[in-house]
């Protein structure tokens, strides 16, 4: 197993890849602490995760400073200082709109969640990694945040915004124990994808045709390669873009 002894916070983990990559940690024998700001889905994810091991909830919205910090400040009392061993910035959200619809509210709450989000987590656990040996940071990055796609400049923005601060946390933390990598998914079949983000039914099959393999990712593609960078067997891997998209980046 790869993560036996390893702790891991999973934020957005209620359903889609974050349940995927909790599912695959447990797997892989971490404990996980599973996040996320929709109640209901995350006991029902909770049910689904708890035979597979060790897997706590806590209700959180990463935007929130403040319950990142108080969640932060519970796990460190909780566990002798060091809240984890394994951060995911995983939530995330955005919807399609074109860019001279976009608002100040939609811009905001995008950056809010996807952006800010990884950053304020980052900022609450970090200190408990580097005051105890070092620790793995995983953020998600997407495919939109290295090409263009119409109508998601706000979404594409913020993650491109996180493949920058992965190459600056993994260099600014890089002798004291830490790596920073982002898992960059093309187009996986979950609800965001395929129900929030608004696409029509006719420009995802087209979309689908146009990935050279031909299919959508799966949530557990995705679960794989946090796995793998989120271990030991990955320890010189820092500061890295891990793209996951079926081929799509690669074609003319
Ligand atoms: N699905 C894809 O094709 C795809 C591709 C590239 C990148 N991504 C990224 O992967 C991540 C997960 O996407 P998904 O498709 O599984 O989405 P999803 O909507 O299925 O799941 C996201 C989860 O995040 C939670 N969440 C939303 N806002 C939150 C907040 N403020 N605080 C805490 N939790 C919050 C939701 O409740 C939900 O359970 C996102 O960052 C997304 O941008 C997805």
């Not at 935007?63 to 519970?74: K, P, T």
């Not at 995911?88 to 919807?95: S, Y």
């Not at 793995?136 to 263009?148: F, H, Q, W, Y």
């Not at 029509?200 to 990712?217: A, K, S, T, V």
Request: net charge negative; aromatic share 6%; charged share 20%.
């Amino acid at each position: 197993m790869l993560l036996e002894n390893k702790r891991a916070v999973v934020t957005g983990g209620a359903r889609g890849i974050g349940l995927a990559i909790a599912s695959r940690f447990l797997m892989e024998g971490a404990e996980v602490i599973l996040c996320d700001i929709h109640e209901e889905r995350l006991q029902e994810a909770l049910e689904q995760l708890q035979p597979l091991g060790h897997v706590q909830g806590k209700k959180l919205d990463v935007s929130d400073r403040q319950a990142v910090d108080n969640l932060a400040r519970e796990l460190e009392a909780a566990y002798g200082g060091k809240p984890a061993d394994i951060l995911v910035n995983n939530a995330g959200i955005g919807a399609s709109t074109p860019f001279l619809e976009l608002t100040d509210a939609i811009w905001d709450s995008v950056m809010n969640v996807n952006l800010k989000g990884a950053v304020y987590c980052t900022q609450a656990l970090l200190p408990g990694m580097l005051s105890h040996g070092g620790g793995v940071i995983l953020n998600m990055g997407s495919t939109n945040g290295m090409r263009g796609q119409p109508t998601m400049a706000h979404y594409n923005a913020s993650k491109a915004a996180l493949v920058s601060l992965t190459q600056t946390l993994a260099v600014e933390f890089a002798t004291q124990g830490i790596r920073a990598n982002c898992v960059c998914p093309g187009s996986i079949a979950t609800e965001l994808n395929m129900k929030d983000s608004g696409w029509d039914p006719d420009y995802l099959e087209q979309f689908r045709q146009h990935i050279p393999q031909q299919r959508f990712g799966k949530p557990e593609d995705i679960g794989w390669a946090c796995a793998y960078l989120a271990s030991d067997v990955s320890g010189f891997v820092t500061g890295q873009t891990l793209v996951l998209d079926g081929g799509l980046l690669a074609q003319q």
